[in-house]
């Protein structure tokens, strides 16, 4: 779908991470762990960039979380941290199929704001009556408030400095039960060590859902 989006709320949730929530155009259907491509003109020239979904599901609104650096992001980066109700995009999308798809029990490894996706995926696994574990690396944490709400939910939580090991965190929660599925989303050093830590625990990093930031 190539269509545009209006910004209906722009919420700080962390150090420089903004939730940013959008009226959704009619018709667009997207998962927890699937993204979209927004847009606008700056100076005369298209400007856009990938970004996950970190709503549990599509209504009426959908939400992305985003990492705003003030001084390294760019002229996009600009864009967004002056975004407010009103604001209007241009919107591709869905992309990707590392999704949840209904597995039964989903163990979400993120850093960055992969926590958005990852909160995302654990909410939609709990609605689902499914079981959910998420193990997040930063040394920001954001979306406190819905990370606080999976732990009372029953959801499995350990929270981690930005340079910490994966290995112990992962094992504990990678079960190894029928139904499990890794989900990992953040760019490619956590990446690369959350690939090490589901192998480590007897998982296998080949069957995990990966997206990689860069």
């Known amino acids: 779908m190539d269509t545009t989006a209006t910004v209906e709320s722009v919420e700080p949730v962390g150090s420089d991470t903004y939730a ?21 003109e700056i100076d005369g020239e298209s400007v856009a960039r990938f970004y996950t979904l970190s709503s549990p599901r599509v209504g009426e609104t959908f939400e992305v979380t985003v990492g705003i650096d003030p001084d390294e992001g760019g002229e996009f980066s600009a864009f967004l941290s002056g975004a407010e109700a009103g604001t209007e995009m241009t919107l591709s999308g869905p992309f990707g199929d590392q999704h949840y798809d209904g597995e039964p029990r989903a163990v979400v490894i993120a850093g960055g704001p992969g926590v958005g996706p990852a909160v995302a995926i654990a909410e939609r696994a709990l609605d689902e009556d499914a079981e959910a574990a998420v193990v997040y690396r930063d040394d920001d944490v954001a979306h406190a408030d819905r990370i606080d709400a999976l732990r009372e939910r029953g959801a499995a939580v350990r929270l981690l400095d930005g340079d910490a090991p994966l290995t112990d965190a992962v094992a504990d929660v990678l079960t190894g039960a029928d139904g499990g599925t890794a989900f990992v989303y ?18 296998d990093a080949d069957a995990a859902k990966v997206e990689n930031f860069g």
Request: glycine share 16%; hydrophobic share 50%; charged share 25%.
């Open 186 to 203: 953040g760019f490619a050093d956590l990446v690369a060590d959350a690939e090490a830590a589901i192998e480590a625990a007897g998982g």
């Open 20 to 40: 940013l929530r959008f009226r959704a155009p009619e018709g667009f259907a997207a998962e927890p762990g699937q993204f979209v491509k927004l847009g606008t």
